[in-house]
T-cell receptor
Framework: GQNIDQPTEMTATEGAIVQINCTYQ??????LFWYQQHAGEAPTFLSY????GLEEKGRFSSFLSRSKGYSYLLLKELQMKDSASYLC?????????FGKGTMLLVSP | EAEVAQSPRYKITEKSQAVAFWCDPI?????LYWYRQILGQGPELLVQ????????DSQLPKDRFSAERLKGVDSTLKIQPAELGDSAMYLC????????????FGPGTRLTVT
């Protein structure tokens, strides 16, 4: 089975840096995705990690440690538009299992 | 840029009625997924198709839900009869091996059962 844990909610200030953690216990692992989802909208792709280490893409970075079953999403220079839910999803073959998501609230 | 299409975007129905959702994946994507997302939760996989075949429907409530992808392209998800607890966002996504199984989501159908 799959078990994926993320904090339910986080708050941060515009311009700051925030780290959203995700831990997982899975019966198989082929990669980990991070998606962003604004209220009432569909999830959109942010990052994908297959190997251990840090993947950087603009203001967003994602880290993976397969041995620890751990990933984080790092958001820098926060903007108001970053207020959204961030979903961690573990890939096993062609199937994704999503965590419950972390609601990030960015305040001025 | 190619997108996943879904219709309708919003649906209000009374309990015990039948309701159907349609999804057209990105052209060439062999894998199609239907998810249900309750407010404040992550998407929960209902059914996964590889071409026209069901790969995983272990979480699909088969007494009331059905899904088909007859020609391996577009797909329909049906609920009959609808129950109050079915109120949720129904998301369709597609992926391909060449895209590293990144899933592309449609805009979703927001279902309200009254």
């Amino acid at each position: 089975g799959q078990n994926i844990d993320q904090p339910t909610e986080m708050t941060a200030t515009e311009g700051a840096i925030v780290q959203i953690n995700c831990t997982y216990q899975t019966s198989g692992f082929n990669g980990l995705f991070w998606y962003q989802q604004h209220a009432g909208e569909a999830p959109t792709f942010l990052s994908y990690n297959v190997l251990d280490g840090l993947e950087e893409k603009g203001r967003f970075s994602s880290f993976l440690s397969r041995s620890k079953g751990y990933s984080y999403l790092l958001l820098k220079e926060l903007q108001m538009k970053d207020s959204a839910s961030y979903l961690c999803a573990v890939r096993r073959y062609s199937t994704l299992t999503f965590g419950k998501g972390t609601m990030l609230l960015v305040s001025p | 840029e190619a997108e996943v299409a879904q219709s309708p975007r919003y649906k209000i129905t009374e309990k015990s009625q039948a309701v159907a959702f349609w999804c057209d994946p990105i052209s060439g994507h062999a894998t199609l997924y239907w998810y249900r997302q309750i407010l404040g939760q992550g998407p929960e996989l209902l059914v996964q198709f590889q071409d026209e075949s069901v790969v995983d429907d272990s979480q699909l409530p088969k007494d009331r839900f059905s899904a088909e992808r007859l020609k391996g392209v577009d797909s329909t998800l049906k609920i009959q009869p609808a129950e109050l607890g079915d109120s949720a966002m129904y998301l369709c996504a597609s992926s391909s091996r060449t895209s590293g199984y990144e899933q592309y989501f449609g805009p979703g159908t927001r279902l309200t059962v009254t």
